[in-house]
């Protein structure tokens, strides 16, 4: 079964940055398209961007665009998310995920947790004022 594990969550001031990490197990890592998502406390979880597997394609929800980078190194079987200029609305739980596909496709279903067969238990970043 594949296992993935976010670290590099915390707790920082708004203006601040964070880099999360994804370590994923299994030797086909590198072949699908991964996802970040988050929760907030009483909401539902929510897209916040998108890699395809080469890591030449990505996508990003419009409140972290501009603010948030989505990485990957196969090599090492890691996604990363640098994530700057955080505000208090950026605070949540943040999950990694992994698909079944290997390219976006164009109908945003990489924008659609439901399309993502793999999941990490989640790291808390807190962004406070």
């Known amino acids: 079964q594949v296992q993935l594990v976010e670290s590099g969550g915390g707790l920082v001031q708004a203006g601040g940055s964070l880099r999360l990490s994804c370590a994923g197990s299994g030797r086909t890592f590198g072949s699908t398209v991964m996802g970040w998502f988050r929760q907030a406390p009483g909401k539902e979880r929510e897209f916040v961007a998108a890699?395809?597997?080469?890591?030449?394609?990505?996508y990003y929800a419009d409140s972290v665009k501009g603010r948030f980078t989505i990485s990957r190194d196969n090599a090492k079987n890691t996604m990363y998310l640098q994530m700057n200029t955080l505000n208090p609305e950026d605070t949540a739980v943040y999950y990694c995920?992994?698909?079944?596909?290997?390219?976006?496709?164009?109908?945003?279903?990489?924008?659609?947790?439901?399309?993502?067969?793999?999941w990490g238990q989640g790291t808390q970043v807190t962004v406070s004022s």
């Open positions: 890699i395809n597997w080469s890591g030449l394609t990505t």
């Open positions: 995920a992994r698909s079944l596909r290997g390219t976006m496709g164009g109908n945003s279903w990489y924008t659609r947790d439901r399309e993502y067969e793999y």
